[in-house]
């Protein structure tokens, strides 16, 4: 029998308990089932097979060999076509002594929930068990994964998803830190709590040894976006989009554009957010550092620096080390680019980033009418955003929201400019052009954006913006 430990990336299987009132080492004491899968797709071994002899040997000798000073063993057995996977993770905090029980319940739990399956999952408090006849290298699983969710709704949702991610993320961030070791060993686990109002929640999270620390964080952040309420269009967080720009290339670590870089977020981190957007360059040729932002009209101020702050820890992640990207989220985009004050041309609209994204459904009744409205909706809140009475702390907000109903329904919609369109009608044009391509996008669906740098447009059924200061127009 060969043990990898650790050094083979196979399959990634993540955890993220969210817990209201109990501790997470309270836990400790309870060894609930939380969850299995057959997975069928795999077939079912015969009895007295070659596949049967070595899921027995693994089985039989996996809780008797070794310390679980890790909690994580991944181990194969047999020949092609009979070999036999079989992978473990306890919890973060239930290694060693804790582990085995956690494992031998494990092993019973999946015989009797999936007889002869040759594949399986079972998940418990404080140890998940994986066999499977195939073994998936370098691969994150996404598949199987389930959420338990606690029934009771919290009094104030929004709060609750919003603080509630926050702490999920950070937990991410220190879980899958290189630096967080254990010996020699990355830890991979963290958990941590935060008050909430008057409730407590605790949290972990946890990726399976077999990840280097660069994969467990893509994993738990997919794991992190699928957060049930992360979707429902009221908080930001969520990444729309990414674009990293290689043809700008990438800049060294203690290079002076680092230097100038790091000085730029920090100065721009300490202005007011006021308008909620920003254009400006620091440096000269060859190390100038552009970065742009716009926030929605709804959030700027406190919520436009969050969403900033946001925005230049999602590109140091996604675009690492590249000298330009764009980052959207619903609440704010954010651009970082090495064009020099003097080479940026601020007459120009800027499409070449623009991107759609639209709700997969369709609207029922009359598609046709439906577009028309909508359009119509686009196009007043356009003039709108536009009017030179429409200012904001001393500039023209170029932005509108407004809502309106057509037919049975309800649409709600806003229009934006980035605030740093040097003539007005640049605005106007940018959205004129985006709005024609509302049938390309949004022909009938249930909600719809084209989002850009330089000017955007979404429309919902349900209402969006966090204040519901938007008129009712038409
Ligand atoms: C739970 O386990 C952790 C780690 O082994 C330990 O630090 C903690 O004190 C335990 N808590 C309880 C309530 O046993
Ligand atoms: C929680 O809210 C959802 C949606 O608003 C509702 O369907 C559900 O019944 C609520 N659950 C409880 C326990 O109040
Ligand atoms: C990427 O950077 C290059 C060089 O600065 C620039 O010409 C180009 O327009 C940029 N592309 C995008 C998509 O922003
Ligand atoms: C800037 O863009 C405007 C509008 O596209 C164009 O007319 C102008 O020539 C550009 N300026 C430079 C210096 O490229
Ligand atoms: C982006 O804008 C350009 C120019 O208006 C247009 O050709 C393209 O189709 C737009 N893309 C999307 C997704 O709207």
């Not at 030179?388 to 904001?392: A, E, I, R, V, W």
């Given at each position: 029998m060969s043990s990898v430990f650790g050094s083979v990336p196979i399959l990634a299987m993540v955890v993220i308990q969210l817990l209201l009132i109990r501790s997470v080492s309270s836990l400790n004491l309870t060894n609930a089932y939380l969850h299995h899968k057959c997975?069928?797709?795999e077939g079912k071994y015969k009895q007295g097979s070659d596949f049967e002899k070595n899921l027995n040997l693994v089985l039989s000798t996996i809780t008797s060999i070794g310390n679980f000073r890790d909690g994580f063993r991944y181990t194969e057995e047999g020949e092609d076509p009979n070999n036999v996977f079989v992978m473990f993770q306890c919890r973060g905090d239930s290694?060693?002594?804790?582990c085995p029980p956690c494992i031998s319940t494990a092993v019973s739990g999946l015989r009797r929930r999936?007889?002869?399956?040759k594949g399986a999952i079972i998940w418990y408090d404080q140890c998940l068990l994986k066999i499977s006849?195939?073994?998936?290298?370098?691969?994150?699983?996404?598949?199987n994964d389930f959420y338990v969710s606690n029934p009771n709704n919290m009094s104030d949702r929004e709060l609750f998803n919003k603080e509630t991610s926050a702490l999920l993320e950070k937990l991410a961030y220190k879980a899958s830190?290189?630096?967080?070791?254990d010996g020699k060993q990355l830890v991979l686990y963290a958990a941590g709590e935060k008050r909430i109002g008057t409730n407590k929640v605790y949290a972990m999270v946890q990726c399976t040894k077999n990840l280097i620390f660069t994969k467990c964080l893509e994993c738990l952040e997919g794991i992190l976006r699928k957060f049930?309420?992360?979707?429902?269009?009221?908080?930001?967080?969520?990444?729309?989009g990414t674009s990293c720009n290689f043809s700008e290339g990438k800049y060294k670590p203690g290079s002076k554009y680092e230097y100038i870089l790091n000085d730029h977020i920090r100065f721009l981190a300490a202005q007011?957010?006021?308008?909620?957007s920003m254009h400006m360059t620091s440096g000269l040729k060859p190390n100038a550092v552009t970065i742009l932002y716009q926030c929605r009209g709804?959030?700027?101020k406190s919520k436009c620096r969050a969403c900033y702050a946001a925005g230049i820890s999602g590109l140091r992640r996604?675009?690492?080390?590249?000298?330009g990207g764009i980052i959207w989220f619903d609440q704010c985009f954010v651009e970082i680019t090495s064009v020099s004050a003097i080479d940026f041309n601020i007459s120009k609209i800027n499409y070449e980033n623009n991107f759609s994204l639209h709700n997969p459904n369709k609207v029922s009744g009359d598609i046709k009418s439906f577009n028309k409205e909508t359009v119509a909706l686009l196009e007043e809140l356009t003039l709108k955003a536009n009017s030179?009475?429409?200012?904001?702390d001393g500039k023209m907000a170029l932005y509108a929201s407004g809502e309106k109903r057509v037919g049975t329904k309800k649409v709600y919609a806003m229009v934006q400019c980035m605030?740093?369109?040097?003539?007005?009608?640049m605005c106007k044009e940018c959205l004129e052009s985006i709005i024609k391509e509302f049938p390309k996008c949004?022909?009938?669906?249930?909600g719809g954006r084209i989002l850009g740098t330089s000017c955007d447009f979404r429309y919902e059924l349900?209402?969006?913006?966090?204040?519901?200061?938007s008129t009712t127009v038409g």
């Open positions: 997975i069928n797709t290694y060693w002594s804790k999936c007889p002869r399956n006849s195939v073994g998936s290298f370098n691969k994150i699983d996404y598949e830190d290189r630096n967080n070791l049930p309420e992360c979707c429902d269009g009221k908080r930001g967080g969520r990444v729309l007011n957010f006021r308008s909620g709804d959030s700027y996604r675009c690492p080390r590249n000298k030179k009475d429409n200012m904001d605030r740093d369109l040097v003539r007005p009608k949004c022909d009938g669906k249930q349900y209402p969006f913006l966090r204040t519901s200061d």
